[in-house]
């Protein structure tokens, strides 16, 4: 997608060989623009499924999940990452070991917001090691659902994640493939499949 490969090229941060800072426009201060066009992109890439719901994690997920259900006419539903006071035992749950932060939060939904009959799409921020998609995975089929497919903005191709949900599976469609942040530069896996 050229527009999200534009704003990390000129707005993503490399912090490592493996950590792209993108800040400005995703994670902390978000662009509407790109986000909506997110949303019409992801309901392209899944043109041939039918959905009735959209499952993300808190807090960097919220938007594109939004503007995909927005686009689809379903409802999105957050996990939250911290079980709320007002949340009953009503709820199901996964753990998650985190890339960013290395620690396991147990993601939390409630049972009111999912059942048997849902066609699920996942979307989440970043694909690392497949570990937050995992999570929610197994919340939808705690449920009986069924998991449609899983979008992802920005996947880091060098890490294991894609391999990780194809292997279990899942159709994965990711909006920008990162073949690489070597040398604090981002190139992304279709302008080196000829290198
Ligand atoms: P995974 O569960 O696939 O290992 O990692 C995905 C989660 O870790 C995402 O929800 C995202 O919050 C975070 N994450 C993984 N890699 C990066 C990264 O390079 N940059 C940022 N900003 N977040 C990342």
Redesign the pocket.
């Known amino acids: 997608m050229k527009m999200l490969k534009d704003e990390i090229l000129s707005k993503g941060i490399v912090l490592s060989e493996?950590?792209?800072?993108?800040d400005s426009f995703l994670?902390h201060q978000i662009n509407p623009v790109l986000s909506l066009e997110m949303g019409k992109e992801f309901v392209s890439r899944f043109d041939q499924t039918s959905f009735t719901k959209v499952l993300t994690?808190e807090s960097?997920?919220i938007a594109p999940a939004f503007t995909t259900a927005l686009e689809l006419g379903v409802e999105l539903v957050f996990a939250r990452k911290k079980k709320s006071l007002t949340m009953s035992d009503h709820v199901y749950t996964a753990d998650?070991y985190?890339?960013?932060k290395q620690e396991t939060n147990t993601i939390t939904v409630s049972k009111d917001f999912i059942n048997e009959s849902d066609q699920v799409l996942i979307i989440?921020?970043?694909?690392?090691?497949?570990?937050?998609?995992l999570g929610l995975a197994k919340i939808v089929e705690q449920a009986g659902a069924k998991v449609s497919g899983i979008g992802i903005v920005i996947e880091?191709s060098f890490q294991p994640?894609r391999q990780v949900l194809l292997d279990a599976g899942y159709n994965v469609e990711s909006l920008a493939r990162i073949h690489s942040l070597k040398n604090n530069q981002v190139r992304f896996v279709d302008e080196t499949v000829l290198v």
């Not at 989440?124 to 998609?133: E, K, M, P």
């Open positions: 493996g950590v792209l800072k993108v994670n994690i960097s997920g998650v985190s890339f960013t989440d921020d970043f694909l690392a090691n497949g570990q937050a998609a880091k994640g």
